[in-house]
């Protein structure tokens, strides 16, 4: 079992940059996949962005290619999401969550683990 804690989030204005953060507890955290998802109000938990275990296999959602990146530091239980030129349509609340499963996934039905969220507001 996992537990994560996500931070990093906040208000900005549209165009700038935040950097989220997850730390993961526990000595596994490089045996799982890890995702970024969002939710807005109202609407359903979508996929942002996953990286592999190992960092090497990542994939974004088409609506953030480009402008955000997933990392992470495995010395660290660690897994950012950079978020550059942010948009008035990025806010939302943020939740990182963590897969057992090998291949990566964009659902959220494949990620067993879930933080608590971290709201981000993107101001016009």
């Known amino acids: 079992q996992v537990q994560l804690v996500e931070s990093g989030g906040g208000l900005v204005q549209a165009g700038d940059s935040l950097r989220l953060s997850c730390a993961a507890s526990?000595?596994?955290?490089?045996?799982?996949?890890m995702g970024w998802f969002r939710q807005a109000p109202g609407m359903e938990r979508d996929f942002v962005a996953a990286?592999?275990?190992?960092?090497?296999?990542?994939r974004y959602a088409d609506s953030v290619k480009g402008r955000f990146t997933i990392f992470r530091d495995n010395s660290k239980n660690t897994v950012y999401l950079q978020m550059n030129s942010l948009k008035p349509e990025d806010t939302a609340v943020y939740f990182c969550a963590a897969s057992q499963l090998v291949l990566l996934t964009t659902t959220p039905g494949g990620y067993a683990y879930w933080g608590q969220g971290t709201q981000v507001t993107v101001s016009s």
């Open positions: 990286i592999s275990r190992s960092g090497g296999e990542i």
């Open positions: 526990g000595r596994t955290f490089s045996t799982y996949t």
